[in-house]
Structure formats: C-alpha cells, structure tokens
C-alpha cells in the first residue's frame, strides 16, 4: 500500500522534446508529491512538489499534472536540454503517528535528452 | 555552501567491520531523515529525527544499525559487522517544520559504501 510506480524505465528524446514521466500510487492517505533529480554520484535535488488540492503547477520548464480520481500525477519538462539528462524519481509523503514524513520514491525513471 | 552535508563521500570496508557516516544538515533544519539507495532503485527510508529525538525507524533498520543526533545538530549513522548486502549509497536529508510546509526535503551528496 505504500508503492509508488513510475514509468517507463528509462525515457531518450531529441532536444527541445517534452518528456512525460507517470507516477501512480495506492495509498489515498498520501498528501505530498514531489519531484527529484539526480545526477551520478549526486545526492537527489528537489525540483517542484504538488498537493492533491491542486490539478496542475508549474515551476519554469517544469510541469506536474495531478489526477486525485486516478491516483496518478506526471511530470513533463518543456523544451528539454541535454544537461536534462539525469535520472527523475516521484515521491509521496504522509503525515505519521510519529510526525515524519517519510518520503516513499518511485523506481526512478533515466531520462536522456540527445543534442 | 549551507546545503546538506555528508562525509566520507566514499567508504570501503570488508566485512564484519564497523563503519559510521555523519551528516551535517542545514543549519534551520529541525528534522533529520536518513534513507539507503540501491543502484538503480529509489532512496528507502531509514530512520527519521526531530531534533535529537529518533522518532521513527524503518524495518529496513536492523539491529545492526544505529542512528544519532546528539546535540539536534549533525547526526551519525553506524553499521556493526557490515555484510556485502548493506553497499549502497546512505543518503541524508533534512527538513524545517513549520507551519505551511509541507516538508521540502532537502538531501545531501550521499555516502557510498563497498564492503568487500
């Protein structure tokens, strides 16, 4: 109940395309949703978060759409750039008995942005 | 720099040795979260502080492992009789609660450790 699946895998798009990246989850009690990245040998960056209040934010090139009926939420990164290329994780977080809000990542999807 | 920190970067132990990472994490920063990444899978979390107190732990935690933040500043992270199954990347993160936040967590660069 506290998976969160992401797909696809590994994503390659030529410059300027808009990659998407889905995540879905089970647990209705999960309230967060960010977006990180993470270059080799890097610790994950936060890149923009959503709420489920919400069915839409953007930060820059960067887009989350949210579907709270589907239990499914996306990111797309607009004219992308070949210094996109990392590797992109969603996360869901809830509120605990023990006040953490642990983050519970997707599998992580290896994004390549060709010049 | 008043990001995360992290040391060492790298550690390579054989195993049944004793090995301890510190995390330094923004200085505002009241929680203090420890996860452990495999290659090519998502951080899981480990364990979780509010100031100096432990107030979660995974079961991914065994008893081999164990976590500090002594004065609610910096935090270590031991691993006793390390086997090859705990090489991985142990990654810090902190957060500030506050009202309206709804936890930013920010991570440091990670330590990555080969038990051999």
């Known amino acids: 109940q506290q998976q969160v699946k992401q797909s696809p895998q590994s994503l390659i798009v030529q410059k300027g395309g808009i990659p998407i990246i889905n995540c879905a989850y089970e647990n209705t009690a999960f309230d967060y949703f960010p977006w990180y990245q993470q270059f080799p040998g890097k610790g994950p960056a936060l890149l923009i978060a959503?709420?489920?209040?919400?069915s839409e934010k953007k930060e820059g090139r960067f887009t989350i759409s949210f579907n709270k009926s589907a239990k499914q939420f996306s990111l797309h990164i607009m004219d992308s750039q070949p210094g996109d290329s990392a590797t992109y994780f969603c996360a869901a977080s809830k509120a605990s008995s023990g006040s953490a809000r642990q983050l519970t990542f997707g599998s992580g999807t290896q994004l390549t942005v060709l010049p | 720099d008043t990001g995360v920190s992290q040391n060492p970067r790298h550690k390579i132990t054989k195993r049944g040795q004793n090995v301890t990472f510190r995390c330094d994490p923004i200085s505002e920063h009241n929680r203090l979260y420890w996860y452990r990444q495999t290659l090519g899978q998502g951080p899981e979390f480990l364990t979780y502080?509010?100031?100096?107190?432990?107030?979660?732990k995974s079961r991914l935690l065994s008893d081999r492992f164990s976590a500090e933040r002594p004065k609610g500043s910096f935090s270590t992270l031991e691993i006793q009789r390390t086997e090859q199954g705990d090489s991985a990347m142990y990654l810090c993160?902190?957060?500030?609660?506050?009202?309206?936040?709804?936890?930013?967590?920010?991570f440091g660069p990670g330590t990555r450790l080969t038990v051999t």
């Open positions: 502080f509010q100031n100096e107190a432990q107030l979660e």
């Open positions: 959503i709420r489920p209040d919400v």
């Open positions: 993160a902190s957060s500030f609660r506050g009202t309206g936040i709804m936890n930013e967590q920010y």
